[in-house]
């Protein structure tokens, strides 16, 4: 199997947010908020409008791709797993995610 990811010129959030290089400007409030609006917004079709949802367990600056114009993609679905169908519970008491991102 081949799974193919499309190219994100900007890098990760992450990139974007610490160890800025001196000759790089740092993300603008109205970015940043652009930005976190658009990953809610991938969380919500994840959650909401996915059949059946999926429950992405890790969110994290390093995750979220930026592509032109800083448009945001969540990626690494590896922790990710499908939500609850009917009945059935969401509720897990297996500790998941990365090292101070568990949310």
Known sequence: RLLVYEFMPLGSLE?????????????D???RM???????KGLEYLHDKAN???IYR???SSNILLGEGYFPKLSDFGLAK???VGDKTHVSTRVM?????CA
């Open 15 to 27: 990139d974007h947010l610490h160890d800025v290089p001196p000759d790089r400007k740092p993300l």
């Open 34 to 40: 652009k930005i976190a609006a658009g990953a809610a």
């Open 58 to 60: 890790d969110f994290k």
């Open 52 to 54: 059946p949802p999926v």
């Open 29 to 31: 409030w109205n970015m």
């Open 97 to 101: 995610g990365t090292y101070g991102y």
């Open 82 to 84: 499908l939500g609850p």
